[in-house]
């Protein structure tokens, strides 16, 4: 929902501001700027199995170093 937000005020705040509107480009700039920390900041980690873990099940998790 926050992001649906960010993307439409980023999209009109940009394309009203280049019409001439210096408030609405304000608008824009501050509102894509949002967007780009959101998605540097976002810590994805990637998924490679998931199941239930029953009573008496047994698993190992082998991680690798990082590049």
């Known amino acids: 929902m926050?992001?649906?937000l960010l993307r439409r005020l980023t999209r009109s705040g940009l394309r009203k501001g280049m019409a001439g509107s210096t408030?609405?480009?304000v608008v824009g700039i501050v509102a894509g700027g949002l967007r780009l920390i959101q998605r540097i900041a976002r810590h994805d980690e990637e998924i490679l199995y998931r199941t239930a873990?029953?009573?008496g099940d047994v698993f190992e998790i082998v991680t690798l170093p990082k590049r």
């Open 2 to 4: 926050y992001g649906v």
């Open 23 to 25: 408030p609405w480009l």
């Open 53 to 55: 873990v029953k009573a």
